[in-house]
C-alpha cells in the first residue's frame, strides 16, 4: 500500500461512488477502478460491494477507511514538520504563459490548506525556456508544456490536449472545420530564437518567419504580419484570431516538472498535489 492509493480508497469510500471520486481525484476512472482493484489484491479480501448505483464498504474496507485516514493525516504531520525543520517557507512555481490557471485552481487550494504559513512565489516564463528556469534554479516547479530536453528533470503529465493553427478571422482558412499541416506549406510562420530547445522549437515551429518570444507577441504577428503559428485547442485568444484543429498534428502534454535530483518537501508536495 501506497500513500496515493490510500488517497485513492478514502476518495470512493467517501463518495460512496467511482466516478464522482474519480472528479474529485481530477482522474479518469479507469486507473481509480484499477488501483482499487490492486489494492485488494494485495490485502487479499473485499473492500468494497460494487452494484450499478455506487458502492458500500464491506467489512474490511470500513476498517481501512479509519486506518487510512489516520495513516493520511500523520503522513500530512510528518510533511509539515521536516519542511518546518528544513528552514523551508517559500517555493517558487515557473510557469509558461497561463499554465498554472490552465492546471486548475484545485491544486492551489489544496496547496495552501496543506500549508498555510508557505508563501508561493510564481514566475512566468517566456516561450523560449519551456522548463521556465528549472535548469537556471531560478524555479522549483514548473507548470509548462512539452515537449522538450528532459535530462535531469522529472515530469508528470497532468492532461493532454489537442493543437490547432492560429489564424486571423478574415483568413479563408479560418473557415475550414480541420486543416493539415500541408493545408499551411505556403504560409509563414513566427518561430523562436536560435538556441531555444531543440525538442520544443521541432514541435512548436515550421517555418522561417519573424522570431516571437511571448504569447503576445505571438498572438501580434498573426494580428498585425499574417503569419500563422500553433496553440492548444481552447486556448482563449483575443478578439480578430481563431484555432482551427489540425488532424496530423500530435497533441501537446501539460506537465509538472521538477529537478530529478533532490526536490525538497515542499516540490515533493506541490507535484503530488498538482497530479491528484
Known amino acids: 500500500m501506497d500513500l496515493r492509493t490510500l488517497q485513492y480508497f478514502v476518495a470512493v469510500a467517501e463518495e460512496r461512488h467511482f466516478g464522482r471520486a474519480a472528479t474529485r481525484l481530477h482522474i479518469t476512472q479507469p486507473p481509480l477502478s484499477r488501483a482499487i482493484k490492486r489494492l485488494e489484491a494485495d490485502l487479499g479480501c473485499l473492500l468494497m460491494d460494487r452494484s450499478p448505483s455506487g458502492v458500500d464498504l464491506t467489512a474490511a474496507g470500513a476498517a481501512l477507511y479509519d486506518e487510512a485516514r489516520t495513516l493520511l493525516a500523520q503522513a500530512d504531520q510528518a510533511r509539515t514538520r521536516v ?6 517557507d517559500t517555493i517558487t512555481v515557473g510557469t509558461l504563459g497561463d499554465t498554472v490557471s490552465e492546471a486548475g485552481a484545485t491544486a492551489a487550494a489544496a496547496f495552501r490548506e496543506r500549508h498555510p504559513g508557505i508563501r508561493v512565489r510564481i ?44 489564424l486571423r478571422d478574415d483568413d479563408p482558412l479560418a473557415r475550414a472545420l480541420t486543416l493539415a499541416l500541408t493545408d499551411l506549406a505556403e504560409r509563414r510562420w513566427f518561430r523562436f530564437p536560435d538556441g531555444t530547445d531543440a525538442l520544443w522549437r521541432a514541435y512548436w515551429n515550421r517555418g522561417d518567419g519573424p522570431v516571437v518570444r511571448t504569447v503576445q507577441e505571438c498572438v501580434h504577428s498573426v494580428l498585425w504580419d499574417n503569419t500563422v503559428g500553433l496553440a492548444p485547442l481552447g486556448h482563449e485568444l483575443p478578439k480578430g484570431l481563431t484555432t482551427i484543429p489540425l488532424r496530423d498534428m500530435p497533441p501537446s502534454p501539460l506537465l509538472v516538472a521538477w529537478p530529478a535530483t533532490k526536490p525538497n518537501p515542499l516540490v515533493r508536495s506541490f507535484v503530488e498535489l498538482a497530479t491528484g
Open 83 to 88: 519542511i518546518a525543520v528544513s528552514g523551508t
Open 123 to 166: 514566475r512566468e516564463s517566456d516561450l523560449t525556456d519551456p522548463t521556465t528556469g528549472l535548469r537556471s534554479g531560478l524555479v522549483d516547479v514548473a507548470m509548462t508544456r512539452g515537449p522538450f530536453d528532459t535530462t535531469g528533470i522529472m515530469t508528470r503529465v497532468l492532461r493532454t490536449d489537442p493543437i490547432g493553427v492560429v
